[in-house]
């Protein structure tokens, strides 16, 4: 099949509808229809029931305790993924093309391993996390930092793998220019490079916060799971499910699921006015 | 409402193919029966020795051969899936609560609680694992207090475990059975429960995760049943088990799902499943897996590895699980009320 087929097909009116469709009615089974479930569950007693299921005092330190981690994780995402892509695309080393592969890792591990490595590695019955604990007065399992921790694990390709391709594009004739006149390598980098690569950084940011809301598997291990002390949102859904509280775990996930979307419609968003500003 | 309607068409779109999936229901032949056992995870191993026994059992009586379909899954996921459409003949959950549920749903239409033993099939009590040699010194519940300590204990809401565990506490302070702590008080038992629960340093998700973390070096102690520990330690561990003064008698029901037995056509091969759990046969497995068991020959056999608690108390000491339920797992009741205070004090 090439290209001025499909081109033409376009035009007559049974084959726009025959991928169509298919594509369509597949998002709204497999996605539109669950959402809606939710959506309906949550409203069930009200937008008062709602508001007073996510207002119930432990409801709502889990839902900040999952947005703060969240943030904080993705800032820290955002600059070291940044570095990250910028050392993958710009310089040559032995083991790069390992490391490369490496970053997609996370994607394919189950996020329940992801948290049994950690408290493995950072456990208070660990040498490393003793040592912090004792020395420096850090606990990292069973305290936020083990939250944060396990999300920037899972959501590290995010950022990298957004910015890549966009670094990859970018015309080095630039950065060779900027540095002939004199720039330096930082500045160069401030003043040439990351203009271009600010939207697609924002999205990729964006994509990890949201990756990182919902997160459960990794962060019912490494948590402690004390509530308003360290259960995230997530955790908090399972528990009200558990014990017959439904609608308190619809109310919940309907806010973390509006958060989502928000962030997510930023991002696309952001990504839509860079590609048109880039086109023109 | 045209998009509900919508929403509508798709779910029967979905229904029907998942109809056409699944395999009509299999009436019984002759010489093959089927039965489905839905099971909470602790007597998992027990049940694997018990079943083989039992068909032998079924075989010689009737000439009927049986198979087994297992699921064992934590105690009220368990309950809730029967009640959302698992079709099991047969129910052996960790507490009363979840047979409950699954009655409510009209699932359930006899008394389950005529078989022997109101179908209740074996027991455990709450108990305290500690690290070898018991290096923080703790004999009784009173020592859960003490400043620094840090406790294992699953989340009371995803975890039937974890509820026997607080009714433990909670009880135990009530009765007047801990040091200090005056009886018949309720402000005084709350007071404690919030001490405990300021030293808990992880909740997780099932007794089971709790005692696997206790496993890999995590916490000075653990709130667990009795037989997490003794399995544990028939495994090679080496924590110690402490039997407190006062604890509460768990008790694991087992109960036949009326819809499922009339639909498959399998009553009475599951009436007489339920009655052979409760025969020594059957009992004496049980027993080598760390439960204290409700057959009173048995149980006298196996009484130097399970010793007698000084003041056991069941859970009709708060009234039955429907007014634990409310008042203590409640959305106001005592554990979020204590919870809340300890976090609130621990800032």
């Known amino acids: 099949m090439d290209l001025t087929l499909i081109q033409g097909g376009r035009k007559t009116g049974l084959s726009k509808w025959f991928l169509r469709v298919p594509a369509l009615l597949y998002v709204t089974l497999m996605i539109l229809v669950p959402l809606i479930v939710i959506v309906e569950d949550g409203f069930r007693a009200g937008l008062s029931g709602l508001i007073h299921q996510i207002s119930v005092p432990i409801a709502q330190h889990a839902i900040l305790l999952t947005l703060w981690t969240a943030a904080l994780m993705t800032l820290i995402n955002a600059i070291m993924g940044l570095a990250t892509a910028y050392v993958l695309v710009r310089y040559e080393f032995p083991g790069k093309q390992l490391l490369n592969a490496i970053v997609d890792l996370p994607l394919s591990i189950p996020t329940l391993v992801t948290g049994v490595m950690l408290v493995m590695l950072y456990g208070p019955q660990s040498a490393l996390g003793a040592f912090l604990s004792e020395k420096i007065g850090l606990d990292i399992i069973f305290a936020p930092p083990g939250i944060v921790v396990a999300l920037l ?75 308003l002390k360290t259960q995230t949102a997530a955790v908090y859904v399972l528990g009200a499910v558990e014990s017959e509280n439904r609608l308190g775990a619809s109310a919940v996930s309907l806010l973390l699921l509006t958060i989502a979307i928000l962030v997510l419609m930023t991002a696309n968003g952001i990504q839509k006015a860079w590609e048109n500003r880039h086109e023109n | 409402m045209k ?68 699921s064992y899954l934590g105690s009220g996921a368990q309950s809730r899936a029967v009640v959302e459409g698992f079709e099991a003949d047969v129910v052996a959950l960790s507490l009363e609560a979840d047979v409950n549920r699954i009655q409510q749903a009209g699932l359930i239409t006899h008394d389950w609680k005529t078989v022997e033993n109101q179908g209740v099939v074996t027991t455990s009590i709450v108990s305290l694992a500690v690290r070898e040699v018991n290096p923080k010194g703790i004999s009784d519940w009173a020592d859960l207090t003490q400043p620094g300590l840090e406790i294992l204990t699953p989340n009371p ?52 995760d709790s005692i696997l973390n206790f496993e890999m070096g995590i916490g000075d102690l653990a709130i667990t049943y009795e037989n997490e520990i003794l399995v544990g330690q028939q495994s090679g561990q080496t924590y110690e088990r402490v039997i407190p003064s006062s604890t509460i008698l768990i008790q694991n029901p087992v109960a036949l799902v009326d819809a499922s037995v009339e639909k498959h056509g399998t009553r009475e091969v599951a009436e007489a499943f339920v009655e052979f759990l409760f025969t020594s046969e059957a009992q004496e497995i049980f027993a080598q897996h760390g439960l204290r068991v409700v057959n009173q020959e048995i149980a006298a056999q196996t009484e130097s590895e399970y010793p007698p608690v000084g003041d ?28 809340a205070t300890a976090q609130g004090d621990a800032h």
Do not use: H
């Open chain 2, 3 to 70: 998009s509900k309607i919508r929403i509508l068409v798709l779910l029967a779109l979905i229904a029907a193919t998942l109809a056409a999936c699944s395999p009509a229901t299999e009436q019984p032949s002759g010489d093959q029966v089927s039965l489905i056992l839905a099971a909470y995870t602790t007597p998992r191993e027990a049940y694997g020795e018990i079943i083989p026994l039992f068909q032998t059992y079924w075989l010689e009586k009737t000439g009927q051969d049986v198979t087994f379909e297992e």
């Open chain 2, 157 to 208: 809401n995803t975890s039937g475990g974890a509820m026997w565990n607080v009714l433990a506490i909670y009880g135990t302070a009530l009765r007047g059975e801990i040091e200090g702590v005056p009886g018949d008080d309720p402000d005084a038992a709350f007071t404690f429960l919030t001490q405990v629960l300021q030293n808990v340093s992880v909740m997780d998700k099932a007794a089971r």
């Open chain 2, 312 to 339: 056991l108390f069941t859970v009709e000491y708060f009234g039955g699980w429907d007014v634990i339920m409310d008042e203590i797992f409640g959305e106001n009741g005592i554990y979020n009320l204590a919870i």
């Open chain 1, 153 to 227: 694990f899972i959501s590290f390709p995010f950022v990298v793998r957004t910015i890549q391709p966009v670094l990859m594009n970018l015309d080095l004739t630039q950065e060779e220019a900027a540095a002939t006149l004199g720039a330096k390598p930082w500045y160069t980098f401030r003043k040439v490079v990351l203009p271009t690569l600010l939207p697609p950084l924002l999205s990729g940011s964006l994509l990890s916060f949201s990756r990182a809301v919902g997160e459960f598997g990794a962060v019912v291990i490494v948590a402690g799971n004390i509530p």
